[in-house]
């Protein structure tokens, strides 16, 4: 039986898929990989099974470090 977590959008501990992430950030698993593996992406949690989340906050904070300032 899998129990799925219940869903809170504005909460920053809501934990995010890499699927869900690739989808907000319009990028392919590649690039977020290739991220990942230089360091520039934003902080992930790695399950045991492998499988991988970014807590809301964590994305918000990593978007808005890439954020250019305003000319």
């Known amino acids: 039986m899998t129990v ?3 869903r809170r ?3 920053p ?3 995010l898929t890499v699927a869900e992430i ?3 950030l319009d990028v392919p ?3 977020f990989f290739r991220w990942k593996a230089i360091g520039k992406a934003p902080r992930t949690i790695k ?3 492998g499988s991988l989340r970014v ?3 964590d994305l918000d904070a990593w978007l808005e470090s890439h954020t250019e300032a305003a000319a």
Do not use: F, G, H, M
Request: glycine content about 0%; charged content about 30%; overall charge positive.
């Open 13 to 15: 501990n809501t934990l």
């Open 22 to 24: 690739l989808a907000e």
């Open 55 to 57: 807590r809301r906050r």
């Open 4 to 6: 799925s977590p219940i």
């Open 29 to 31: 698993k590649s690039t």
């Open 47 to 49: 399950y045991p099974n």
């Open 9 to 11: 959008p504005n909460d």
